[in-house]
């Protein structure tokens, strides 16, 4: 029998896992089917207990469900205590299995990727929401030199800064005037409106990655800006989406998929 998966969401048309998972399948000589499923804004649990009662094995869980599906779970990995949010769920026997990959995605796609190295450099975040717990774990595993939350509000730096580490520092974006960084990660949402995160001048030092966790069009702006600002390689989020559903479509299948062929042609597309 066929095993079925799904992205939950809503909205969720846009979404390009059953593509993503598709061509993981494939690659895998996995037998499984895979949809998007749209849930209510106020029926989150009942589309997913419908769809498990069913026969659905796994889901996906994108904006803005993903606090409700880690309250689902009932078992929880590490990475999604430390973010306190679930982009995976895995449906077993006497559980539900509730995981965060974005971070290990996130990870993965500047580590393998784009070939960069983050133990040892100076890294900043940009922004205090959700996207920015989500990753931090991880980011915090890979032993940068130190690590500086940016946000326009201080206080929700502050206490994203305390959740996690003696080696993260807080700061609003006038703070940061004076101080360089090896690699720049945008997790706000401004790149949805065509907007920028206010950084003072002299942000990138020499050779840094400036990465909006966006992808396509949306992230251009703020790609163009860093470039303009001195930023030596830029990237956009589609690596990190690719490598995030590898990692969902591990816990799900036990096999890893090739992720490069996958990420090449939806660049291609």
Known sequence: MID????????????????IHTMFARDCGQDIAYRRLLAPLDGFRDTVERFRAEG??????TLPFKEQAYRLATVHTDRARSAGAVNTLRFDADSIFGDNTDGAGLVRDIREN????????RV??????????GVLGPLLAE??????IANRTLTRAQDLARHFDSNVHASTYQELSGNTFDVVINATSASLAGALPPLP???????????????????????????AAGAGLTADGLGMLVEQAAESFFLWRGVRPRTATVLAALRAA
């Open 56 to 61: 659905g094995r796994g889901l996906n869980v």
């Open 4 to 19: 079925h998966y799904a992205v939950i969401g809503n909205p969720v048309e846009h979404s390009k896992s059953p593509q």
């Open 201 to 227: 001048r002299g942000v990138y030092a020499a050779g840094a990655l400036a990465y909006d966790m966006m992808y396509g069009t949306k992230s251009a702006v703020f790609l163009e800006n860093a470039r």
């Open 143 to 148: 032993a940068p030199a130190a690590l500086t």
């Open 124 to 133: 900043l975040l940009l922004g205090a929401g959700g996207a920015a717990r």
């Open 114 to 121: 784009l070939g960069i190295t983050i133990a040892a450099r």
